[in-house]
T-cell receptor, first 116, second 116 residues
Framework: DQQVKQNSPSLSVQEGRISILNCDYT??????FLWYKKYPAEGPTFLIS?????DKNEDGRFTVFLNKSAKHLSLHIVPSQPGDSAVYFC???????????????FGKGTHLIIQP | DTGVSQDPRHKITKRGQNVTFRCDPI?????LYWYRQTLGQGPEFLTY????????KSRLLSDRFSAERPKGSFSTLEIQRTEQGDSAMYLC??????????????FGPGTRLLVL
């Protein structure tokens, strides 16, 4: 049962343009979302997060938008650079206990390819 | 380097052998997580510790898998009688419990296991 879904396995964007990666979720109890970036043969690297009390969070070239009514979030990268080529994962905490998250549930990822 | 470290980075073993992986979390982090990632999938939660206590195990974690965190610092994940289906990237992550919102998990580079 995939509670976090990334329906685009890959996305190709020209260098300098905007990259938009999408993520849908089914569990309305999710209250925090994270985006991770992963290069081959490396572990995921934290990129940006957003709390459900916000609808936008920005960090440099990266902005995440959250639409709770649609259960949809998106990651915008502008301008896209060659080093952004990687697999991007959307994630949410599975549940909470003892004041912390009981692990994350991930989407399947979107492979972003930045073309020169 | 104060990030999460994992050892070994790669392991090739024959079916039926036992393997053990080690994870050293970020030093001030009290939560430690194990995930498994297979090709084309996002990381899947296996188990997590708060300090030395193992608080939850996924149904993905069969009886052949055991994890420990004896002193609340490093952790080991052992797979007994390995099967070819155990071939995957095993990822460790750590976090500092800071309340429900705003907790970020930081991942290590992973251990790539190949069972022949």
């Amino acid at each position: 049962d995939q509670q976090v879904k990334q329906n685009s396995p890959s996305l190709s964007v020209q260098e300098g343009r905007i990259s938009i990666l999408n993520c849908d979720y089914t569990n309305s109890m999710f209250d925090y979302f994270l985006w991770y970036k992963k290069y081959p043969a490396e572990g995921p690297t934290f990129l940006i997060s957003i709390s459900s009390i916000k609808d936008k969070n920005e960090d440099g070239r990266f902005t995440v938008f959250l639409n709770k009514s649609a259960k949809h979030l998106s990651l915008h990268i502008v301008p896209s650079q060659p080093g952004d080529s990687a697999v991007y994962f959307c994630a949410a905490p599975r549940s909470y206990s003892g004041g912390g998250a009981d692990g994350l549930t991930f989407g399947k990822g979107t492979h972003l390819i930045i073309q020169p | 380097d104060t990030g999460v470290s994992q050892d070994p980075r790669h392991k090739i073993t024959k079916r039926g052998q036992n393997v053990t992986f080690r994870c050293d979390p970020i030093s001030e982090h009290n939560r430690l997580y194990w995930y498994r990632q297979t090709l084309g999938q996002g990381p899947e939660f296996l188990t997590y510790f708060q300090n030395e206590a193992q608080l939850e195990k996924s149904r993905l974690l069969s009886d052949r898998f055991s994890a420990e965190r004896p002193k609340g610092s490093f952790s080991t994940l052992e797979i007994q009688r390995t099967e070819q289906g155990d071939s995957a990237m095993y990822l460790c992550a750590s976090s500092r419990t800071s309340g429900r919102l705003g907790e970020t998990q930081y991942f290590g580079p992973g251990t790539r296991l190949l069972v022949l």
